[in-house]
């Protein structure tokens, strides 16, 4: 829509006031995207009802992490992608040797109970945010 406006406004303002005319176009949709999730979760915390169990914990540690070290790897991967060097076969291999690695790893945690599930992802942040790299 914004194409759309910008020729409304440009066969309708004045050739003097153009400059201001498509500022007062173009600065809303430049600054939305700042509040527009803060605005969205006010209104969904608001229109929402709360639905919380005793069992309910604030931080989905099962489901953060394991998201947050594929998507590093995601980018890790696209990083060195770009590279000259990069070879696709040791990456393949990699990748192989990851999956096949991760599918037991996953598996134990899946049986662990909730909290020490819990418990164990927590002295894995910690060792990982304490480590120097």
Known sequence: MVPIGRLVVLRTADRRD???????????????????????????????????TANTSTLDWGGFLPTGVSLAGVVIGM????????RWAEAF??????????????ARLRALPDDELQAVLERLCVRVLTTDV
């Open 93 to 106: 291999g990699r990748a192989i040797g990851v999956v096949t690695e991760l599918g037991p790893v996953l």
């Open 18 to 52: 153009l400059i201001k005319a498509i500022t007062c176009l173009t600065w809303p949709g430049l600054i939305a995207p700042a509040p527009a999730p803060v605005l969205g979760g006010l209104l969904a915390a608001r229109m929402v009802p709360a639905r919380r």
């Open 79 to 86: 990083q060195r992608m770009a590279d000259a060097s990069f």
